[in-house]
């Protein structure tokens, strides 16, 4: 595991690269999927990454200076839950005219 100012100085690089467009986030997602949900996992890749990249740098040790770059594919997912609510309506007036009309209802009161 890294040192606390190794991790940070990864995480620093991480978001560096990120603005600069060495790195990119590629989404794909459900239109249904919640913001939330959305940044928890961008949040994780993020991490995920820094830790890819501190595991890679502490493994190189001392020859780390001369690396300009690491190749790096991540990937995360997640779930969440989503309530829907369906409502429908009909009109019986049309469906008793197309199946029979009177003869389908046996008792009727007013």
Do not use: F
């Not at 190749?71 to 005219?97: C, F, M, P, Q, T």
């Amino acid at each position: 595991m890294c040192r606390l100012r190794i991790w940070q100085k990864c995480a620093a690089r991480v978001e560096d690269a990120l603005a600069a467009g060495r790195l990119t986030l590629t989404t794909t997602a459900t239109p249904n999927a919640s913001r939330e949900l959305r940044s928890r996992i961008e949040t994780a890749l993020r991490t995920s990454v820094t830790k890819h990249l501190c595991e890679q740098l502490s493994a190189i040790g001392e020859d780390a200076q001369y690396v300009s770059s690491l190749a790096v594919r991540k990937a995360e997912n997640g779930v969440e839950d989503v309530h829907y609510s369906i409502e429908r309506s009909l009109d019986v007036g049309v469906w008793l005219s197309e199946h029979g009309g009177p003869g389908v209802v046996t008792s009727a009161t007013q």
